[in-house]
């Protein structure tokens, strides 16, 4: 079975940190690339940022630039992002997604995850 499963979702103040980590498990990480996406409510779907399986990263979002960053450990089979300089406006529901190719960066996968909320205190 395919399971990508997101958590460290939670409530932090602004200026604060939290790190994301989406465990996958029912594919071959180490082909995927993995893409993270937040949605707020009443608003589309965002991308955040995206690593390629070679860990080439694609970052768009000049919302989330020098301060979100995004790694993967391709052992424990484990994308994480971490957010720094934690905003308001960054409060959202966060999902990874994965696809063999980086059609994931622009939301085309072949799996998601379930999400985790974040949510950013003024």
């Known amino acids: 079975e395919v399971q990508l499963v997101e958590s460290g979702g939670g409530l932090v103040q602004a200026g604060g940190s939290l790190r994301l980590s989406c465990a996958a498990s029912g594919f071959t990480f180490d082909d995927y690339a993995i893409g993270w996406f937040r949605q707020a409510p009443g608003k589309e779907r965002e991308g955040v940022l995206c690593i390629s399986p070679s860990d080439g990263t694609t970052y768009y979002g000049d919302s989330v630039k020098g301060r979100f960053t995004i790694s993967r450990d391709n052992a424990k089979n484990t994308i994480y992002l971490q957010m720094n300089s934690l905003k308001p406006e960054d409060t959202a529901v966060y999902y990874c997604?994965?696809?063999?190719?980086?059609?994931?960066?622009?939301?085309?996968?072949?799996?998601w995850g379930q999400g985790t909320q974040v949510t950013v205190s003024s």
């Open positions: 997604a994965a696809d063999p190719t980086t059609a994931v960066c622009v939301g085309v996968a072949d799996y």
